[in-house]
């Protein structure tokens, strides 16, 4: 493999040093005006989080390798940069600033670490965004385009890179201006519904590309090709994530020519689930769109212009003693009617705690009625509300 630790070091330190004068005393015209136009993936919690509130602002990353070795799932890694907490501050003076690196060997072995920064910075120049977390690592998103990641922390170093989205950065909801659901929300909210509506955003820099690791971590090498996805979250309110969501499913796959993600949350104390669906095929979108609807409740005519998640199964995870689903069935319909399913059965749980779950895993489907395509994906169920999950009779 090619070593392009030293080749996106090089590049992200140089869009760092041009972005430098945006802030000097003398700046040229043109960026200025390049600086004041919002970008995709920008800092959306302005001032940034603090250790006085509850705001959270992340840039989240996976890569995945095409197919496991061995019988062993396939190997791959998950990158956060966090600014502030979503599952509670672990003590009073923990740092505001770090970041977790979590994956698989090809071995099968996993692998966690968590990178404290003495600060960060999130600077955009046009539709670029760069990232810099100082003990950690950086990152450069050119939305719709690439995200490159360079990782130098204790016991952690090398690169990621994601180049040639397969499909256009997006929102959630078919909207271009807003990464928030407030266009969905109910004419009466509860306080929870309200922080999920209206102040939770979600923003897609790279719904799918062709990732490239080279990482060592705590000596041993992880080094492939396979897939990758890229998108940034907020919370913008001083209502910890936790304290507002109850569960929060979400998943992404590229399976052939098509590239998928779902989210599905329930606030506390609501009947309302909201749903947010994206597929694209050979880069057009086909399908972009929310919806709001009863929690529990199901039909067995799906209507059009809407995604359905379904799980199936069920596993015992030892670490946390709790029953997740061996897997989902995810249903797209079209607003002409045509017919998508995805299956995706996991291999391997990445990340295995009470409230928190991560999965890899085989992902196979495509057009209803046309031979089904396979693939590689991630999901996770975050379950702050401890909800119990029991698998439907057969």
């Known amino acids: 493999m090619v070593q392009i630790w030293p080749m996106l070091g090089a ?93 698989l060997f090809s071995n099968g072995s996993d692998f966690s670490y968590t990178a404290d920064a003495t600060k960060a910075s999130v600077t955009s120049v046009g539709s670029e965004t760069i990232g810099s977390w100082p003990g950690v690592g950086s990152f450069l998103s050119t939305p719709g385009k690439s995200f490159d990641v360079v990782i130098s922390a204790p016991g952690v170093e090398g690169a990621i890179s994601i180049q040639g989205s397969v499909a256009p950065a997006h929102y959630a909801c078919n909207t271009t201006t807003s990464a928030v659901f407030s266009d969905f929300a109910p004419a009466a909210s509860t306080s929870e519904e309200s922080v999920l509506f209206s102040h939770l955003g979600w923003a897609v820099s790279i719904p799918g590309g062709r990732a490239s690791v080279s990482l060592v971590l705590g000596g041993s090498p992880l080094t492939f090709v396979g897939t990758g996805y890229h998108d940034q979250n907020f919370i913008d309110t001083s209502d910890m994530f936790a304290d507002v969501i109850s569960q929060w499913f979400f998943g992404t796959a590229q399976v052939g ?54 799980r199936f199964g069920v596993i015992h995870s030892e670490a946390s003693a709790v029953d997740v689903p061996q897997g989902y069935t995810i249903d ?63």
């Not at 800092?43 to 940034?48: F, H, R, T």
């Not at 506390?268 to 529990?296: E, H, K, M, P």
């Open 332 to 394: 797209y319909v079209l607003s002409n009617g045509e017919r998508y399913s995805f299956t995706l059965t996991e291999q391997a749980e990445v990340v295995d705690l009470d409230v928190y779950h991560r999965s890899i895993g085989n992902v196979s489907g495509g057009k209803v009625g046309e031979p089904a395509k396979t693939a590689v994906g991630l999901w996770e169920w975050l379950n702050p509300g401890k909800n119990v999950y029991v698998a439907k009779s057969a």
């Open 11 to 103: 590049r992200i330190a140089g869009v760092m040093l041009a972005s430098i004068d945006v802030v000097g005393a003398m700046v040229p015209p043109h960026l200025l005006s390049r600086a004041a136009a919002q970008s995709f993936d920008r800092q959306y919690v302005v001032p940034q989080p603090t250790a006085n509130d509850d705001k959270a602002d992340w840039w989240w990353m996976n890569a995945q390798a095409e197919a496991g070795v061995n019988g062993n799932p396939p190997a791959n890694v998950q990158v956060i940069f966090y600014m502030g907490y979503l599952l509670g501050r672990p003590s009073a003076d923990a740092p505001e600033f770090y970041a977790t690196i979590t994956g």
């Open 257 to 310: 020519e098509y590239v998928f993600s779902y989210l599905s949350a329930t606030p506390f104390g609501s009947n309302a689930t909201v749903t947010t669906g994206y597929l694209a095929r050979n880069d057009i979108v086909l399908q972009n769109q929310c919806s709001v609807s009863a929690t529990g409740t199901s039909t067995e005519t799906q209507a059009t212009n809407t995604n359905k998640l379904t």
